[in-house]
């Protein structure tokens, strides 16, 4: 089974506000395209992603994601993260009925194929299923089979909500740099420890974190 993941992406000047502490409002659009750049990178290198849209209206990540090979997908309605998965996947399965979804979270830096595919073939044996983040609170990855709504409520609580939704919880070992997203400083560090793809490295590089 090859899967297309829907990966949202909010605009660069508003994202990634809780990194603050360690990095500026100058670098922060950029550490949060890079972040996209490597979690879309490895997606496409992924043997078990047929392909990837980003939904996101910042003209400079469309940019950037389109060269790496993601489609692009307007943010629409404009009413929140949900609003837009579920618009996305809609998008994707105009065309593609049978294809079974994911939604990814865009702050993956750390993200490993290998781990992905272990990742979304245990998916594959559930209608819904989602991984658990880091922290043990929100949620990584979302997955519909073929002919199911996805049904995102991401946001906070999101690992409870999806567990309560009726989706399986999966309860993987070795796939950290999945459960990796990136929201505060000590995130960070921890993506660092995993080894974070190209475009995060050369711009944390110019960051002075504590423990790196």
């Not at 660069?12 to 922060?28: M, N, V």
């Not at 990584?140 to 199911?148: D, E, M, Q």
């Amino acid at each position: 089974m090859q899967w297309t993941l829907v990966i949202p992406l909010k605009p660069l000047a508003h994202a990634k506000s809780r990194l603050s502490d360690t990095a500026d409002e100058g670098l922060r659009p950029g550490l949060a395209l890079a972040f996209a750049q490597d979690t879309v990178a490895a997606a496409l290198a992924c043997p078990a992603v047929r392909d990837v849209a980003v939904v996101t209206d910042d003209v400079r990540a469309g940019r950037e994601l389109s060269a790496l090979g993601a489609r692009i997908i307007a943010d629409e309605p404009g009413t929140g993260l949900n609003a837009a998965l579920a618009h996305a996947a809609a998008v994707v399965r105009a065309t593609r009925r049978e294809s079974p979804v994911a939604a990814l979270n865009a702050d993956l830096p750390a993200l490993r194929p290998p781990e992905l595919a272990r990742v979304l073939d245990g998916a594959a044996e559930f209608p819904r299923a989602f991984l658990g983040d880091a922290a043990g609170i929100g949620t990584t990855l979302l997955t519909a089979a073929p002919a199911r709504e996805l049904r995102p409520a991401f946001g906070p609580d999101s690992r409870s909500r999806h567990r309560a939704s009726g989706a399986a919880e999966l309860l993987l070992d070795a796939v950290d740099s999945v459960r990796q997203d990136v929201d505060t400083g000590d995130d960070l560090r921890a993506a660092l420890a995993l080894g974070v793809g190209s475009h995060t490295a050369a711009v944390a590089a110019r960051l002075l974190i504590p423990g790196q």
